[in-house]
Nanobody, 124 residues
């Protein structure tokens, strides 16, 4: 059973930066796609970014392209999301997730494992 634990959320002013971390408690195999999603109050959970655990392929939502960067540290078994130039509309609970096997990276339903989420609040 893969367990994912997010950290790094907090309160930041617009234009600021945060780095989210997602630590896996079990080895992530090469078949896993790792992703970040977010959910704002009253809204559906939405895709933010994804990366293959092995390889360099990444995908981003249009709303975060050029501002957010997804990366991973193999030695630490950890996924990151660097968020720069944050905007109030980025306020949400951010979740990391792992998809095993065939995945549509933007689809919530395709991910098998989820973390508990970390709150990001951006003030104007």
């Amino acid at each position: 059973q893969v367990q994912l634990v997010e950290s790094g959320g907090g309160l930041v002013q617009a234009g600021g930066s945060l780095r989210l971390s997602c630590a896996a408690t079990e080895r992530i195999f090469s078949t896993h796609i790792m992703g970040w999603f977010r959910q704002a109050p009253g809204k559906e959970r939405e895709f933010v970014a994804s990366t293959r655990w092995i390889g360099s392929s990444t995908d981003y939502a249009d709303s975060v392209k050029g501002r957010f960067t997804i990366s991973r540290d193999y030695a630490k078994n950890t996924l990151y999301l660097q968020m720069n130039n944050l905007k109030p509309e980025d306020t949400a609970v951010y979740y990391c997730a792992a998809c095993q096997g065939f995945c549509i990276v933007t689809s919530v339903a395709h991910y098998d494992y989820w973390g508990q989420g970390t709150q990001v609040t951006v003030s104007s």
